[in-house]
């Protein structure tokens, strides 16, 4: 399985601030996923990570409030602005790997509160 | 793009019955299906997947199966245990690059 290193794993932040989570494979990997997992509900693709390029967002999902950044084909940055109490969330990233069959695996995941 | 819908929301089993978890996709493209398996606090965890070229697969006494014509497939856990107790996710994607589309989540709960 894939080593997926996320951070922070918890945090409680202050309404208004941003914060910025995060990813760290241990391999490259051409695609990294983000999902957002709000209390009780299942997981939602936020964007899809691509290496040299921008992320590709999903439907109510925009870069000024979720940018997210690329730098290399192991990393990657989730950044949450401009924090409300609706943000609180789990947040995971998430990697196909090849070697494995293109099996999906997630980090250990970002469990953030906003107060 | 693809749309995923999970049946039931809740399922309840006493201990040692059998549990079954089915899934509809809409997207004819979608050629892997994975289940995870998401324990309160904890990351959700990949516990079985079934690529189209098979209809069945399984693990002990977790198995799925697939049906592409009709577009469903299912998750099946016997002999259940209080520790299979959890909220299981199914998902449908199609091989490679490509995300994950998540149905809305089974809570599991294993009567001892």
């Known amino acids: 399985s894939a080593v997926i290193s996320q951070k922070p794993s918890r945090d409680i932040c202050q309404r208004g601030t941003s914060l910025t989570i995060q990813c760290q494979v241990d391999?490259?990997?051409?695609?990294m996923f983000w999902y957002r997992q709000q209390p009780g509900q299942s997981l939602t693709l936020i964007a899809t990570?691509?290496?040299?390029?921008?992320?590709?967002?999903e439907s109510g999902f925009v870069i000024d409030k979720f940018p997210i950044s690329r730098p290399n084909l192991t990393f990657s940055t989730l950044t949450v602005s401009n924090m409300s109490p609706e943000d609180s969330s789990i947040y995971l990233c998430?990697?196909?790997?090849?070697?494995?069959?293109?099996?999906?695996?997630f980090g250990e995941g970002s469990w953030l509160t906003v107060v | 793009g693809e749309n995923v819908e999970q049946h039931p929301s809740t399922l309840s089993v006493q201990e040692g019955d059998s549990a079954v978890i089915k899934c509809t996709y809409s997207d004819s493209a979608s050629n892997y299906f994975p289940w995870y398996k998401q324990e309160l606090g904890k990351r959700p965890q990949l516990i079985i997947d079934?690529?189209?070229?098979?209809g069945e697969k399984k693990d002990q006494r977790i198995a799925v199966t697939l049906n592409k014509t009709a577009k469903h497939f299912s998750l099946h856990i016997t002999e259940t245990q209080p520790e299979d107790s959890a909220v299981y996710f199914c998902a449908a994607s199609m091989v490679g690059n490509t995300p994950l589309v998540f149905g809305k989540g089974t809570r599991l709960s294993v009567i001892a």
């Open positions: 998430s990697v196909a790997r090849a070697g494995s069959g293109n099996t999906i695996y």
């Open positions: 391999s490259q990997v051409t695609m």
């Open positions: 079934i690529r189209s070229n098979v």
């Open positions: 990570a691509n290496q040299g390029s921008e992320a590709t967002y």
